[in-house]
């Protein structure tokens, strides 16, 4: 499976930008497709998920300004970030679990919020 993420950048506090993942290769209809974060110094934590059901998972201080969806046609997860925050600033990974068990990485998409 590959992932090709995209949509970071920079954005003033308040702002919104909207990730896009696209998974390719040996795709499943069993998978969950995801976002972490990593700032500088910090360990790699978990943003959102979705399962191909539909059911979202977010982090805490995410809720109620991050979405996350999906596209099962196009393979493709988005989170769309909105009301963003200094705090938000990291590099953003998407993650593909294949039926539970086989965990695949994309490549980051910085995300820069200047305040």
């Known amino acids: 499976v590959q992932l090709q993420a995209s949509g970071g950048g920079p954005v003033q506090a308040g702002g919104s930008l909207r990730l896009s993942c696209a998974a390719s290769?040996?795709?499943?209809?069993?998978?969950?497709m995801g976002w972490y974060r990593q700032a500088p110094g910090k360990q790699r934590e978990f943003v959102a998920n979705i399962n191909s059901g539909g059911s979202t998972s977010y982090l805490g201080s995410v809720k109620g300004r991050f979405i996350i969806s999906r596209d099962n046609g196009k393979n493709t997860v988005y989170l769309q970030m909105n009301s963003l925050k200094p705090e938000d600033t990291a590099t953003y990974y998407c993650?593909?679990?294949?039926?539970?068990?086989?965990?695949?990485w994309g490549q980051g998409t910085q995300v820069t919020v200047s305040s």
């Open positions: 993650k593909y679990t294949l039926r539970g068990i086989y965990e695949y």
């Open positions: 290769g040996s795709i499943d209809s069993i998978n969950v």
